[in-house]
């Protein structure tokens, strides 16, 4: 049976009953479709556009689709907007915005079949499209400027505290993100763009007056309150992708613009948080700056300012301390690294708390210590005093009197502030010669602290920094295993009799400082018990050469003096000197300089602790206070103490400008080394370049003065390891 066509005219009369009860649902005045009038209409747009030609009625029904919409928009929705304002105007568009959407939703489903086949065919916007686009056209360009501005003033509102309607602003800001149909480019450029404008005119208002009334942390506050308010609008009502674009506004007018304003405020500026430790406003300002570019960096100079000032001081104090209380043996220098460690464990907890880590201000507190660290006190170089401080914890009754717990914490610290010392060179040295000390005179407190400090060096500097002092630890070891051994011989062999208790400690010469031996002649006493531990040794290892450090021996002897007998603690040369009075009552200086073989000033000093010191073991003639070689010496009979055993002290050697020879004598190989470790890779190179290469393989042990680099280059020239490039005098070749 063949079906009846029907005519346009005809069949868009049909259409529009249902076009019109749509409206009057939409006006809230009917009842929904039921599913019989939805199949009528569906049924007669798929029959208008399967018909024969000329009778395809599909091109006329896609037009007037669109036109059903824009009849609909001019005759109800735009009067019905144009008549309100502000908020209510607001209210109306989003109330039409619904009531649109649901048209097209209908709409598009009784058309569904032009969009099936002819749309498809020819390539047209979509139902859906062309109904949104009929909006957007005659609705959205009308009225956005107006909502905008009535938008924009409803934030000011709630940005000075008023209630407004959220859910009304998303609501309309909904409309701006979906009539860009996918893009954002309504709602960026309609409304985003005005609205930041806006927010950074308010703020900039606000922080003008706020900058001249409120101290810094105040100030803060606010910042971050404005800042959190502005999230929590983003969370509400505009879309989600203003969030960075509000804030860095925000940011920028509250914290950038008056940045060196807010940090450098009298009285309650950066420097100021910092010498009252207002903690908890310190992070503040960390949070706030540390999410603006560069933001941190006037703060961290602040911070570098403040510690190198704060230590400045310390070295100050100390210096003044120094020169009033000569007497007071260094030990303001001594307080001043406790106070340099207090400083430090101070403002790292700044850099950890506050500052959440940042490597911004792990540099400015490396900077700022660097500077002070490096200053000298009382001619004492940093690393002098680093290495006394560390003696006297680490010694036997040293000043300082902690827990084992304690020493490891303080140990820790001082390996942190050895970081910041040039001349990390000049520290392995004294440090060197006092472990020496520790250990040759039994002064060392507790071996596993000298082994824990050795392995904090070794990882802080590397394993070439601690090798000597490793090897000395091990060596003293030995040495007790080899005493055991030697007391086991004598116990063993009945004419090996010293005839003195004999203790020897058999060091490494390549591992220790170097220490002076001279051809001392030795009482027979001695001499006995020199040979008796050699005649040991030999069978242990003949390949081996002894060198007797008799500077560094000690003695035990018997004084029989009148009222009671004295041990005298003394030195091996002190020892040998009484020792000649078993023989002779009176001796001049120039016999006793004769028999025992030594040089002027050593036996000047021996003498010296003798007879002109504390004890008066020896009577010199004439009395003065000083030793000459015209004096003569005769035993004190009559000398008593009231102690039972006396240490009898020699003059103490400033070991300062030998430390300093030996590290500069160090340096010179260490300069020529790195030469020609980088001539040998390099072949060719520039005396610049070569000159900072130098600097920089250096510089982790001690800064290389420039001057000491181009005199080690002449000397390396003259021995023929470099030559000057013979046209370009500033180039330098490697002789291989």
Not at 331 to 336: A, F, M, P, R, T
Request: a neutral charge; glycine letters at 4%.
């Amino acid at each position: 049976m063949e079906r009846k066509t029907i005519d346009l005219d005809q069949g868009w009369n049909f259409m529009l009953t249902g076009i019109n009860k749509l409206k009057r649902i939409l006006e809230g005045g009917e009842e929904q479709f039921s599913s019989e009038e939805y199949m009528m209409l569906y049924t007669t747009i798929y029959n208008m556009c399967t018909q024969k030609p000329p009778n395809d009625y599909s091109q006329q029904l896609y037009e007037k689709y669109r036109e059903a919409f824009e009849g609909y928009i001019q005759a109800t929705v735009l009067p019905s907007i144009r008549e309100k304002h502000d908020e209510f105007m607001l209210m109306e568009v989003v109330k039409r915005w619904t009531n649109h959407k649901i048209m097209v939703r209908w709409l598009s489903r009784f058309f569904h079949y032009l969009d099936r086949y002819f749309i498809a065919r020819r390539s047209l916007p979509p139902l859906h499209d062309v109904g949104l686009l009929c909006f957007r056209d005659l609705v959205y360009q009308e009225v956005f400027g107006k909502a905008r501005d009535a938008m924009v003033v409803l934030i000011d509102k709630e940005r000075e505290g008023e209630q407004i309607d959220r859910a009304l602003l998303k609501n309309v800001l909904g409309i701006f993100v979906e009539i860009g149909m996918g893009q954002m480019d309504h709602y960026e450029q309609d409304f985003e763009q005005v609205m930041l404008e806006d927010t950074g005119s308010y703020y900039s208002r606000k922080a003008s007056t706020w900058i001249v009334e409120d101290s810094c942390p105040d100030y803060m506050l606010k910042a971050e309150e404005c800042l959190k308010k502005e999230r929590d609008r983003v969370s509400h009502y505009l879309h989600s992708s203003s969030e960075s674009k509000l804030v860095e506004k925000v940011q920028h007018e509250l914290l950038v613009v008056y940045a060196n304003q807010l940090l450098e405020k009298e009285h309650s500026g950066c420097r100021a948080l910092l010498s009252d430790d207002k903690v908890e406003d310190l992070s503040r300002m960390y949070r706030l700056y540390h999410k603006i570019t560069k933001g941190l960096e006037p703060v961290a100079t602040v911070f570098k300012q403040h510690i190198t000032a704060d230590g400045t001081v310390l070295v100050q104090q100390a210096e003044e301390a120094a020169s009033n209380q000569t007497a007071n043996g260094g030990l303001q220098e001594q307080v001043l690294i406790r106070k340099i460690i207090e400083l430090h464990d101070k403002y790292m907890t700044y850099v950890n708390d506050c500052f959440q880590n940042h490597t911004l201000f792990h540099k400015a507190m490396k900077e700022a210590f660097e500077i002070f660290c490096n200053k000298t006190v009382a001619g004492s170089s940093s690393a002098e005093l680093l290495a006394t401080f560390c003696d006297n914890i680490l010694k036997k009754g040293g000043s300082e009197k902690l827990s084992d717990e304690a020493i490891e914490e303080t140990l820790e610290k001082v390996v942190k502030l050895l970081a910041y010392i040039s001349d990390k060179d000049l520290f392995a040295e004294f440090y060197r010669k006092k472990l020496a000390r520790r250990l040759l005179f039994d002064r060392s407190a507790n071996d596993d602290h000298e082994r824990s400090i050795l392995t904090k060096l070794k990882q802080q500097c590397g394993g070439q920094f601690t090798s000597k002092m490793e090897g000395m630890v091990t060596d003293l070891t030995l040495a007790r295993e080899n005493q055991t051994s030697f007391e086991q011989y004598l116990s063993d062999n009945s004419n090996a009799n010293p005839g003195i208790d004999l203790s020897v400690t058999v060091l490494t010469t390549g591992f220790w400082p170097s220490y002076k031996s001279s051809d001392l002649n030795l009482p027979a006493e001695m001499v006995r018990g020199v040979e008796v531990f050699k005649e040991f040794y030999d069978q242990k290892s003949k390949h081996r050469k002894l060198t007797w450090i008799y500077s560094l021996g000690s003695c035990h002897l018997t004084g029989k003096f009148d009222p009671k007998p004295i041990e005298l603690i003394v030195s091996t040369y002190q020892a040998a000197l009484l020792l000649l009075f078993n023989t002779s009552d009176r001796l001049s200086y120039s016999e006793i300089m004769a028999q025992l073989n030594l040089t002027h000033d050593d036996v000047v000093r021996l003498l010296h602790s003798l007879s002109c010191a504390k004890y008066k073991i020896l009577i010199k003639e004439p009395n003065t206070k000083s030793v000459t070689p015209t004096d003569s010496f005769e035993f004190n009979h009559k000398f008593t103490d009231r102690m039972r055993r006396i240490k009898i002290p020699l003059p103490v050697v400033d070991e300062r400008k030998k430390v300093v020879e030996d590290v500069d004598k160090d340096r010179r190989y260490a300069i020529d080394a790195a030469i020609v470790r980088i001539m040998k890779s390099r072949k060719v190179l520039g005396h610049q370049q070569l000159v900072s290469e130098c600097v920089e393989q250096l510089s982790r042990m001690f800064k290389p003065d420039i001057k000491a680099i181009k005199k080690r280059m002449e000397d390396l020239i003259t021995r023929d390891y470099l030559e000057r490039d013979k046209e370009n005098p500033n180039v330098f070749r490697y002789l291989a």
